[in-house]
């Protein structure tokens, strides 16, 4: 179990009493921490706990948030939340490394650390990880702390959904191999924008006919249906019934509502394949694919 710790150490033993009475087999319980004096004091608090014997057999790791200044007293800077980000990035990597199948609770400490939380969930976990919220109904933050509650009180662990960024399994693998989470987060955007570019060739290429492909083009350059009909020798009728029949293609491809896609959205999502074509600077870290044979990522590895 990884968890973020503020001035209120309870919430992580509430929630691990609740995981364990759920049957879940927690081996390790990490705490992430700032190290301001009252937080030092519940964590101080916290360890006595492990040490008295109420969770045998279960390792406590207390895991500060360090920046290139030091020890983190609170998140005053951005650098501080970057600080932070690396530190929950650099322990659920290794535990899933590991093989270990992670729960994260994300209800002690500040908001900015539940945040930091999602976002390497969104990162790194697996369809088997976990995020939990805790919420109890008799206490109150300043009342007076109770570290295990009977199981006839009112406690809820709750499991927040993580949407997670990819579920391929070698994207998964590529992005763990990166020890920085923002630097993960740029190669990330990079495989997208690689994914997103060979969807459009594959729209337009295999969706669309000739004529329509030579009708979204000269849109996408932002010509009106009369200049399109003359550039092409045809009617605007005729460009005009193409293009409907292009409207209801990319709402199937989009999975819009029927009335969504037109004009702008068309150019919006074809435009940057229209450009690349003709030769302009396509977007970093972008390769463009082939649809026949091989192909490469923006990592530079091809396709076995």
């Known amino acids: ?15 691990l009493d609740q995981l364990l009475r ?68 650099r322990e659920v990597r290794e535990l899933r490394r590991k093989g270990c199948l992670v729960h994260l609770s994300i209800s002690g400490g500040r908001k900015v650390m539940a945040v930091a939380g999602m976002v390497v969930a969104q990162l790194l976990f697996g369809p088997d990880d976990r995020v939990w919220h805790l919420l109890t109904e008799t206490w109150a933050p300043g009342a007076q702390r109770q570290m295990h509650l009977p199981s006839e009180e009112s406690v809820w662990l709750v499991e927040v959904p993580v949407l997670r960024w990819t579920d391929s399994p070698a994207m998964l693998s590529a992005i763990a191999e990166l020890g920085d989470p923002m630097e993960a987060i740029r190669r990330y955007e990079e495989l997208m924008k690689s994914e997103r570019m060979r969807r459009r060739r594959e729209f337009v290429e295999r969706w669309l006919t000739p004529a329509e492909r030579e009708v979204v083009r000269l849109a996408c350059e932002g010509l009106d249906n009369l200049k399109i009909a003359r550039r092409l020798r045809k009617s605007p009728r005729t460009v005009a019934h193409q293009l409907t029949a292009v409207y209801g293609k990319l709402t199937e491809w989009l999975e819009y509502p029927p009335e969504e896609p037109r004009r702008n959205v068309l150019i919006a999502e074809l435009s940057p394949y229209f450009a690349l074509r003709e030769g302009s600077p396509k977007e970093p870290g972008t390769r463009f694919p082939t649809l026949m044979g091989r192909s490469s990522d923006a990592t530079g590895t091809s396709d076995a």
């Not at 360890?47 to 983190?72: A, K, N």
């Open 22 to 89: 759920g049957g879940r087999r927690i081996g390790e319980v990490r705490v992430v921490h700032t190290c301001g004096p009252t937080v030092l004091e519940g964590l101080d608090l916290l360890r006595r706990e492990f040490q008295e014997g109420s969770y045998p057999g279960i390792t406590l790791c207390e895991v500060p948030c360090e920046g290139e200044g030091g020890p983190i007293e609170d998140f005053r800077t951005s650098e501080d939340v970057g600080a932070l980000l690396r530190v929950l990035y």
């Open 1 to 15: 179990m990884v968890a973020t710790l503020g001035a209120e150490p309870q919430v992580v033993t509430l929630t």
